[in-house]
C-alpha cells in the first residue's frame, strides 16, 4: 500500500511536542510492514545541518497562494526505510520558531498546497493521504476542492488525525480570498466557519474521509462539550456516520529500551529490575538528594501547565512530604505560576524534593529509570507518552481515568496480580491523595511492588500493534474508494 503521512514536524528533524514523536515513529511502523511509507515536512531552518546536507534536491518551481506567486523547493532523504520529502521556502520556514508567526495561516496553507504540488511532480498519488493537526488539516481540504475532476487525485482517501482538539487553527475570515484563495461559499455553508473565523482544524474533520484521534477513549471524550472544544456536536455526527475512530499512540520500543539506552548509568531489564534501585541512587547523587534507595521515588517528567493536573498535586504534596518517607522529583517548563509554586516546594523540603525547571532528555529518561512511581494526573489526555516510557522503565504510573490514560494503564489488583498501575476516576483532589497513599502503601511490600513493576515492563505499547490498527482502517477506506 502507497501511504503518504503529512506532518508539522518530525523527530529526528524538528520536535516542539508529541506529534513529532508519532510522526516519526509511526511511518518507520508501517515501512517495517512491508507499505511504501512517503512523509512530508516543511524543511525548517531548526532541522540539523548532517540532515541538510544528506538531502537531494528533486524539484523547484512556483505555485499559488490565493493571489501570490511563492518558490516552492522540494527535496527528498531516505531515512529508516521511510521517503521524506521536505517542502522548502526559506519567506515561510526560515524563522527563529516553527509556530507562533503572523502569518501562519499563510505558511501552512503553503504547506498543504506544496503538498499536493509535490504529489504530481513526483507522480507519487498514495491510496492514503494522513494529515495531522491542524497546520495540515488543509490537506484534505484541498485534495477536494482544487482537484476535482482529475482522476490521479481523486482515488486518493484521506484520513485526518486530531491529537489536541485545543489547538484548532482559528484564523481571522479575511484568509479566505488573501490567503486560502478559496469561495466565500465554503464559508458560508459552515465548512471551514467558526464563530466567524476561520477554522482549519473544523475543515479537515469535514473533508477528510476518515477522522481519528489518538485513543479510544479521547475518540469518545470529544463528542461532549466539556472536552469538544466547540467542534463536539460535528465530532459526534462524524462518529454517527462511522467515520471518527481512536488509536492509540505507541513508543519506539528501540529508542525507549532500559536494556540498551546508553543515558543510564545501569542497564536493565525486567529480568534484573532491582538495577533500577541502583539508577535511583545515581540520579540522588546527581540532584544533591540524600542518597536512599528505600525511599520512593515520585517523579513527573511534564509540561508545567493547567491540562496536567498541576493544581491537584499542588493540594496533597506538602500533605505526603510532612507524612511520608519519601522523594519528589519534576523537570519541566510551563507556566511562570507553576515554576513558582515548585520553586517554593523544593525550598520548602530540601531533602525531599528536586525540581528541575528545563528540560533535558538525557536527565528525562534517567528519571523514568530511577523512579517507583510516575504521576500523571491529567485533566485530560488525548494519549499521553509519559505514561507509556514510564511503564517501559519499571516505573509504575499513577493517572487519572481520561483518555489515552485511561486505555493504556489498568488498575493493579493485589488479589490477582493483574494492572499495571493505579488509576483514579474523577478529578478531585482527595482521589489523588487516596491514590498516591495507596500505591505508597503497597511499596512497603516489595514483593508485591516488584511484580507490579514488572507488569508495567512487560505492558507492549510499541508502535508496531498501533500500525496494525492503522493498516486495517487504511484498506478499508481503500476498498471503499
Known amino acids: 500500500m502507497r501511504i503518504g503521512f503529512v506532518a508539522s514536524e518530525a523527530v529526528p528533524f524538528v520536535k516542539t511536542g508529541g506529534l513529532a514523536d508519532v510522526a516519526g515513529s509511526l511511518p518507520k511502523a508501517l515501512a517495517a510492514l512491508g507499505h511504501d ?106 485534495l477536494r476542492l482544487e482537484h476535482i475532476g482529475d482522476g490521479r487525485y481523486e482515488s486518493v482517501r484521506s484520513v485526518f488525525t486530531i491529537h489536541n482538539l485545543k489547538y484548532q487553527g482559528v484564523f481571522d475570515k479575511g484568509i479566505m480570498p488573501d490567503v486560502l484563495g478559496l469561495d466565500w461559499k465554503y464559508f458560508n455553508n459552515g465548512d471551514l466557519e467558526y464563530y466567524d473565523a476561520v477554522n482549519f482544524m473544523k475543515g479537515g474533520i469535514i473533508y477528510a474521509d476518515m477522522v481519528t484521534t489518538v485513543s479510544r477513549t479521547y475518540a469518545d471524550e470529544i463528542q461532549y462539550e466539556y472536552f469538544g472544544e466547540g467542534l463536539h456536536e460535528l465530532l459526534r455526527s462524524r462518529a454517527e456516520m462511522g467515520k471518527l475512530t481512536g488509536i492509540v499512540n505507541g513508543i519506539d520500543n528501540e529508542s525507549f529500551d532500559p536494556r540498551t539506552d546508553r543515558r543510564l548509568v545501569y542497564s536493565y531489564g525486567v529480568e534484573d529490575i532491582h538495577l533500577k534501585f541502583e539508577n535511583k541512587a545515581a540520579l540522588q547523587h546527581q540532584l544533591g538528594l540524600p542518597e536512599n534507595r528505600c525511599a520512593p521515588m515520585i517523579s513527573m517528567v511534564t509540561r508545567l501547565v493547567e491540562a496536567k493536573g498541576l493544581d491537584l ?53 534517567r528519571i523514568y529509570a530511577a523512579s517507583d512511581i510516575f504521576l500523571m494526573p491529567s485533566k485530560y489526555e488525548p494519549c499521553g507518552i509519559g505514561q507509556l516510557i514510564a511503564m517501559r522503565y519499571g516505573a509504575v504510573p499513577i493517572v487519572r481515568a481520561t483518555g489515552g490514560l485511561k486505555d493504556t494503564v489498568e488498575q493493579y489488583d493485589k488479589l490477582t496480580g493483574k494492572g499495571n498501575g493505579f488509576v483514579f476516576p474523577n478529578y478531585n483532589a482527595h482521589e489523588l491523595l487516596f491514590t498516591m497513599k495507596r500505591a505508597l502503601s503497597l511499596y512497603k511490600d516489595m514483593t508485591a511492588w516488584s511484580a507490579l513493576a514488572r507488569n508495567s515492563m512487560k505492558s507492549d505499547f510499541g508502535w508496531k500493534r498501533s500500525a496494525k490498527e492503522y493498516i486495517r482502517l487504511y484498506e478499508g477506506l481503500k476498498h471503499e474508494g
Open 37 to 142: 511509507v512517503r512523509v512530508f515536512l516543511p524543511k525548517y531552518y531548526q532541522i540539523p545541518q548532517a540532515y541538510r546536507e544528506k538531502m537531494e534536491h528533486v524539484w523547484s518551481g512556483e505555485i499559488n497562494v490565493a493571489w501570490r506567486r511563492k518558490f516552492i523547493g522540494i527535496d527528498r532523504l531516505e531515512e529508516d526505510g521511510v521517503t521524506w520529502y521536505f517542502i522548502d521556502n526559506e519567506d515561510y520556514f526560515r524563522r527563529d520558531s516553527l509556530y507562533g508567526s503572523f502569518d501562519d495561516a499563510e505558511r501552512f496553507s503553503f504547506f498543504c498546497r506544496g503538498v499536493l504540488t509535490a504529489m504530481g511532480v513526483l507522480d507519487f498519488f498514495p491510496d492514503i493521504l494522513h494529515a495531522n493537526d491542524w497546520h495540515s488539516a488543509l490537506v484534505p481540504v484541498l
Open 313 to 365: 498535586v499542588m493540594r496533597v504534596i506538602d500533605e505526603l512530604l510532612s507524612q511520608e518517607n519519601m522523594q519528589f522529583v519534576l523537570l519541566g517548563v510551563g507556566d511562570a505560576v507553576y515554576e513558582a509554586w515548585f520553586r517554593e516546594l523544593a525550598w520548602r523540603h530540601p531533602d525531599k524534593v528536586s525540581v528541575n525547571l528545563s528540560f533535558a532528555s538525557e536527565l528525562a529518561q
